[in-house]
């Protein structure tokens, strides 16, 4: 069964630091997303993706973020400089239809 | 904008018993709601989607209904096994949203044996 990858699973980083986020979305579908999920916390939307640009964005994702499909398979997520409060798992999620997919998440710590 | 509640409080059950989940969302009504499980450390996996004018759906153990009056989605599992044992997550598209899912913090389900 087709499955959204995302690398890596854990990065480590420092503080200022740049920092990007690789997804490989399930191969026919057309929206690609960026969650984040804080430990102990709810699943924040931050990001959707339609037709090679952004359709929507939360007010977490600030100047410091930026997504990109820069092939027609790879999605990414890039954190200009990273900040402690960045630390977080982030999900990358694609969908078809209204239901979406999850990969497995990259849990981000910031140093 | 919309806000989502979910029972934060942990729901233990005996095995082989069905689990009531709920979720109350605050303010219009949405076009579908959508069930997620989450595993620790994993992300929420899709089990499904109920739209506004369908009261209920069904999926082998999963029951999902829908009330659009009482702003309630009730998520069920029949014959509960430790297996079921994960948090699930209610979540909603936020109107006009392309598909903008916010999502409620999750109810913590432990099936004992």
């Known amino acids: 069964e087709p499955e959204v990858t995302q690398t890596p699973s854990h990065q480590v980083t420092q503080m200022g630091q740049e920092v990007i986020l690789r997804c490989v979305p399930i191969?026919?579908?057309?929206?690609f997303y960026w969650y984040r999920q804080i430990l102990g916390q709810k699943v924040e939307f931050l990001v959707s993706?339609?037709?090679?640009?952004?359709?929507?964005k939360s007010e977490i994702f600030d100047d410091q973020f930026s997504v990109e499909r820069p092939d027609g398979s790879n999605f990414t997520l890039k954190i200009r400089s990273t900040k402690l409060e960045d630390s977080a798992m982030y999900f990358c999620?694609?969908?078809?239809?209204?239901?979406?997919?999850f990969g497995p998440g990259t849990r981000l710590t910031v140093t | 904008s919309q806000k989502i509640e979910q029972n934060s409080e942990a729901l233990n059950i005996q095995e082989g018993k069905t689990a009531t989940l709920t979720c109350n969302y605050t303010?219009?009504?949405?076009?579908?709601l959508q069930w997620y499980r989450q595993d620790p450390g994993r992300g929420p996996v899709f089990l499904l989607l109920?739209?506004?004018?369908?009261k209920e759906k069904r999926k082998e153990r999963l029951k999902v209904t829908f009330d659009t009056t009482l702003k309630q989605s009730l998520f069920h599992i029949t014959a509960s096994q430790p297996a079921d044992s994960a948090t699930y997550l209610c979540?909603?598209?936020?109107?006009?949203?392309?598909?903008?899912?916010?999502f409620g913090a999750g109810t913590r389900l432990a099936v004992h044996p």
């Open positions: 999620a694609s969908s078809s239809l209204e239901e979406q997919y």
């Open positions: 191969s026919n579908h057309l929206y």
């Open positions: 993706f339609y037709n090679n640009e952004i359709s929507e």
């Open positions: 303010n219009y009504s949405p076009a579908y």
């Open positions: 109920i739209r506004e004018n369908e």
């Open positions: 979540a909603l598209e936020e109107s006009g949203g392309y598909n903008k899912l916010i």
